[in-house]
């Protein structure tokens, strides 16, 4: 089913300025986190989510606290998009005690019980039985919430993602399928790896609705989000929803991304959804660049003392090897 574009955004000037803050930490949060990476402050694998803010900003602006969201492992831009506190983040990044998960998941596990965010997941499909999971869970408390499940191109031919979408829709499941098409799953364009790259028609298989969105419009993910989330909590019937987006830099930070041409990376830009909204708000009179520049100054602050925090964070006690991570014989962590 393709999407149906409001002519006229449901957003207002206020809300359009929050949203573009709130994809400016995320830029500026992933560019520091580069950063780090480069001078060898996060190890392991590190996965940004740059150029895909409007997809998570515009979806998770109508998330309700029983909402539960699940990711893969280019979690930390959802995180942040939620609400999730900066210092928190980049502490686990550098895998300190004051991280968001103890500092024992990295960059590919953030986590946020306050958020009611399940995680990001290192395995490619390891997410969807944990997504329906939760929406079986809303049903069974009838707390008429929802279960955001958040997934790369690349996933689309794991048989889990066809096995939870089976089940969901046997069982009426508020399971929101939301597939991040950013082009390439690592460095294989998503056209030589996937048969049927119209995402959202796979949807029809299983008696659900498809939907495909522009990821790069703000205004489109969050109108069209709002109408399908308010839809899906009513009906408690899944769908899944086609996002087509594009990230800037490659799979992982350690990837050149040599497979790209640098006129479709610009191509890519020329849509990017700050500029964009920026830009926007400054010619509609909502937003002065004085005003855009100082908003800019404030959350390279704010990244900049989450360096900072995290810099001077101890990292974890040994005997939190073991801590919430097997139960002992009572149920504690």
């Known amino acids: 089913m393709a999407s149906t574009k409001n ?14 803050e709130k994809m400016l930490v995320i830029r500026h949060f992933e560019e520091a986190s580069i950063k780090a990476y480069q ?10 989510y740059i150029g895909q803010e409007a997809v998570g900003v515009g979806t998770l602006a109508h ?12 979690c930390h831009g959802l995180y942040l998009a939620l609400g999730g506190n900066p210092k928190a983040g980049m502490a686990e990044l550098f895998g300190r005690i004051t991280g968001c998960a103890r500092g024992k998941g990295g960059s ?6 306050e958020h009611n965010f399940l995680g990001g997941h290192g395995i490619v499909g390891g997410q969807f039985g944990v997504g329906i ?19 790369g191109d690349g996933a ?18 508020p399971a929101i399928f939301i597939c991040e098409d950013n082009q ?7 056209t030589r790896a996937i048969a049927n790259t119209d995402i959202a028609s796979k949807a029809e298989a299983y008696g659900i609705k498809g939907y495909t969105l522009n990821g790069m419009d703000l205004h489109e993910v969050h109108d069209r989000m709002g109408e399908i989330i308010k839809e899906v909590r009513a009906t408690r019937r899944p769908v899944l929803i086609h996002m087509k ?22 191509s890519w830009k020329a849509k990017d959804p700050i500029q964009v909204i920026s830009r926007g708000l400054i010619e509609s009179k909502g937003l002065s660049e004085d005003e855009f520049k100082n908003l800019q100054k404030k959350i390279k602050s704010q990244v900049q003392e989450a360096v900072d925090f995290a810099d001077e964070s101890p990292e974890p006690p040994i005997e939190e090897l073991t801590q919430h991570v097997y139960m002992d014989e009572a149920g504690n962590p």
């Open 245 to 266: 987006t594009y990230r800037y830099f490659g799979h992982s930070v350690s990837d050149a991304g040599l497979y790209r041409t640098k006129d479709e990376v610009d």
């Open 108 to 113: 590919m596990h953030f986590f946020s019980k």
């Open 39 to 48: 001078q060898k402050k996060i190890a392991g694998f590190l996965h940004t």
């Open 7 to 20: 002519e006229v955004s449901s957003l207002t000037k206020e809300k359009l300025v929050e949203m573009l």
């Open 133 to 151: 999971g939760a929406a079986f869970k809303s049903n069974y408390d009838e707390d008429n919430a929802v279960s955001m499940i958040f997934f």
């Open 63 to 74: 998330k309700l606290p029983q909402d539960s969201v699940v990711t893969t492992y280019r």
């Open 156 to 173: 689309t031919v794991q048989g889990t993602l066809h096995e939870s979408m089976n089940l969901a829709a046997l069982w009426d499941l």
């Open 184 to 190: 390439y799953g690592m460095g294989t364009a998503c």
